[in-house]
């Protein structure tokens, strides 16, 4: 039986009066009323709807339209639960990189024995096309976004990485516009880190990782799949905001192993690009040959070290759910210290005696496809019906490798406006992470994800989730800080770490 979730805001009791650090925030909600909050959230739906900050839900016809609904009351972080995240995902993300670059290279963790060969050879995500080729400054994983969970006061959990394209922040960033235009008095409260400088950060990232002999003004530009994407309006917004061009295939040419971009002046070389193309589309000489959506020729001057591609082709292998259940291995043989940031218990269905448990306590597991995403192909076993549970038994015995799976945790709770009013939601996080030729930066916020649903566990926008802004305090209490005027609004100086699934 799952056991009572831990509120961010109240603490274990989920009653009043709420967490010390959080009395600020707890007056703040006490004060304003109810339908005072409404009106701002819907003004915030109703801005992102006429800015286009849509996503599809393939498969459903009235995808094109969607938002993602927003909570107008913020997850806080103090500064010193995020000082220790920080310190956590820094040396995660390094561990990826360096695992990365290990197994298309000399493939230490397999000689030695630390993973078993075929969970990586043999891996749909493996992609030995790419084998031996190394990308310029050595750096495979330039934007990572780690999935967190959080069960207790100082309990926080690894859920899942993200290196392939993360997707996201550019709700991050929306949602703190939204919220510094409906809920200024927050600001002044709160000593609130910024995320307004990602753009530059990301960009400043892109230009770090400039094939050497770019020059001083590397050329760098976002390849999407099209506006009809389901994230189109990120790749949009992130070119707009780094003020550089968004292209698609058509867009760009591969002559003598260079990229080249086309425009009305004539051929640009091109020397990064921020790819939001899956793999398998990316090249069509390389990959799929029947792809529309990518540059033939790229992965040859990727080859010949010519172009740098963010995030680098190969990625999904760190993202493969299998692969994360080794990540406490992975961090060890990489850094030779302990995880700073644990995984979730998780059984790997491959092995006889795991898929054994698993089928044998189904009704109160968490059962996951490795290679899935956006909350599907997934079974949340206490709230699954007995025909769901038997469908998935029969898909572990059939293909036991596809699966992982994990204890059904008490994720921790925010409270969320409800039709009858506040109500505590559960909440994970995405903190972005940019890694460049200069180092490891994390972003001072991120994505909290809200499952809307009441007792619903899945916070995906695909099955019904929302978002909500996440503060990271410059101290451990509210504070005023140092404000910065932007575009007529007033946003509180951080003092948290550096600067984006």
Known sequence: ?????????????????????????????????????????????????????????????????????????????????????????????????????????DQRILKDGVLPHDLVLGNAQFRPEIAGMRPPHGIFAHICGIDLVRTGPDDFFVLEDNARTPSGVSYMLENREAMLRLCPELFREFRVAAVDSYPDRLLETMRSVAPRGAGGDPVCVV???????????????????????????????????????????????????????????????????????????????????????INAPGNGIADDKAIYSYMPEIVRFYSGGEPKLPNVETWRCREPQALSYVLDNLADVVVKLVDGSGGYGMLVGPTASKAEIELFRAALIAEPHRYIAQPTLA???????????????????????????????????????????????????????????????????????????????????????????
């Open 1 to 105: 039986m799952q056991r009572q979730a831990f509120d961010e805001i109240m603490g274990m009791s989920g009653s009043t009066p709420p967490r010390p650090e959080m009395g600020a925030l707890g007056r703040w909600i006490d004060a304003t009323p109810g339908d005072e909050m409404r009106r701002r959230q819907l003004a915030a739906e109703t801005t992102f709807r006429q800015l286009g900050i849509t996503f599809a839900v393939y498969g459903e016809n009235d995808a094109a339209e969607r938002i993602i609904p927003f909570d107008i009351v913020p997850r806080v972080f103090l500064a010193s639960e995020w000082a220790r995240l920080s310190e956590g995902l820094v040396q995660r993300v390094e561990a990826i990189n360096a695992f990365l670059d290990d197994i298309y290279g």
């Open 223 to 309: 390849l999407t799949p099209g506006h009809y994407n389901s994230a189109y309006y990120e790749h949009s917004f992130l070119a707009d905001s780094m003020g550089i061009e968004l292209v698609e295939a058509a867009d760009l040419i591969v002559d003598d192993d260079i990229v080249w971009m086309r425009t009305i002046a004539g051929r640009v070389r091109v020397d990064v690009i921020y790819r939001r193309v899956d793999d398998d589309f990316l090249d069509p000489l390389v990959f799929r040959a029947d792809s529309m959506l990518g540059v033939p020729g790229l992965i040859a001057a990727y080859a010949a070290g010519n172009v740098a591609i």
């Open 411 to 501: 994720l921790s709770t925010v409270p969320t406006m409800a039709d009858s009013g506040l109500a505590p939601r559960h909440v994970d996080f995405r903190p972005f992470v940019l890694t460049g030729s200069k180092g490891v930066q994390v972003v001072p916020g991120g994505l909290t994800r809200v499952a809307l649903r009441e007792g619903s566990l899945v916070v995906n926008s695909s099955q019904g989730g929302g978002t909500k802004d996440s503060f990271v305090l410059g101290d451990d209490g509210p504070a005023a800080g140092q404000t910065q005027t932007m575009g007529g609004m007033t946003q509180t100086q951080g003092m948290g770490q550096g600067m984006e699934s």
